[in-house]
């Protein structure tokens, strides 16, 4: 007989139901507390109601969790010293989106060499979240893949929409019923108003084909997230991280209908890609909320333990210890000195404001 189907799949293999890996991995009930008081003060700093800015900082992508829990080690401390003027939550990507080819991310591909052992990516992805939650650490991610958020969307206090997904229906769909406050990026293009439509978009009811805690296929009806955000990250056209880029793109949000305030992406486009000028970047920025700008909620970082960044190869045990294998990142000494600018950056527009009134 004729095949018609899976002319192309060669093979399929059982993935473990999340109900199943959050019984091996549970969230207790003091951690998800601190994920949710996190959640609430996010919120709080998208609608102007906490005046400190937000800070998403850490490696392009995690690829070794070791690394990762050593860098979280020393966030830590950072975040608690600028508590007062900054909430510091760590860049925790697992899925990466690849322009053409190339490695996934640790839930795709843990092991680093092409065996896809997308189970054990899953359980080394919700180890290392249930790590920093228990040490107090909020966690930011990227979900691409529509199936993971069953898996790890409990621990995340932020999550992000890439450029690449944004205009993507199933990923508007997915964020409509996603708990945690989202950032959109802009588009490859840099404009704005790709992403401004996915915030309305996901702030509505859905339904769409997905899975449940089971794992097995389902209706999802959803109410809508009401809390997304603009992230401007640059493009084909250059940055857009002046004073007079975020002041058009605050005006383009009222004049949808939605809070003027957006995050600002020191990386990417906006650094023209060169991991070494996020710093000027983020001195923008800093120099802005310093003058009073209401606009600007918070910044992102690519940072990690080593800067720059090394091919993957074909042998991972030759790999440089905290240095990371996508995008390059600053040095935590470097990561360390923008965030002490960006708080006192606050500090300079809390006494101003003081002043004024």
Known sequence: ???????????????????????????????????????????????????????????????DVDAAREYADRLLPVRQRHAEDLEVVMR??????????????????????????????????????????GCGLPAATELLDPVVPQYIADLISW?????????????????????????????????????????????????????????????????GNPDGHLVLRGGKQGPNYSPEAVTAAARQLEAAGLTPRLMVDCSHGNSNKDYRRQGEVLASVAAQVADGSDAVLGVMLESHLVAGSQGLGSDPVSLSYGQSITDACIDFETTEALLDQLSAAVRGSRSRQAVLT
């Not at 002319?7 to 959050?22: F, N």
């Not at 697992?94 to 990516?121: A, C, Q």
């Not at 450029?163 to 199933?170: D, F, H, W, Y």
């Not at 945690?180 to 802009?186: A, D, L, R, T, V």
């Open 1 to 63: 007989m004729c095949s018609t189907s899976d002319l192309h799949v060669v093979e399929t293999r059982p993935l473990v139901p999340p109900s199943l890996l959050h019984q091996e991995l549970p969230l207790a009930p003091h951690t998800a507390e601190s994920i949710q008081a996190a959640r609430r003060r996010i919120q709080a700093i998208l609608r102007g109601e906490d005046r400190r800015l937000l800070v998403i900082v850490g490696p392009c992508s995690v690829h």
């Open 92 to 133: 925790v990507y697992f899925e990466k989106p690849r322009t053409t080819v190339g490695w996934k991310g640790l839930i795709n591909d843990p092991h680093l060499d092409g065996s896809y052992d997308i189970n054990t990516g899953l359980r080394r992805a919700r180890g290392l979240l249930l790590h920093l939650a």
């Open 159 to 223: 999550t992000a929409i890439g450029a690449r997904t944004t205009e993507s229906q199933t990923h508007r769909e997915m964020a409509s019923g996603l708990s945690m406050p989202i950032g959109y990026k802009n588009g490859t293009d840099g404009s704005a108003a790709i992403a401004i439509n996915a915030m309305q978009a996901a702030s509505r009811p859905h339904h769409f084909l997905g899975i449940n805690h089971e794992g097995h296929a389902s209706i999802v009806t959803t109410t």
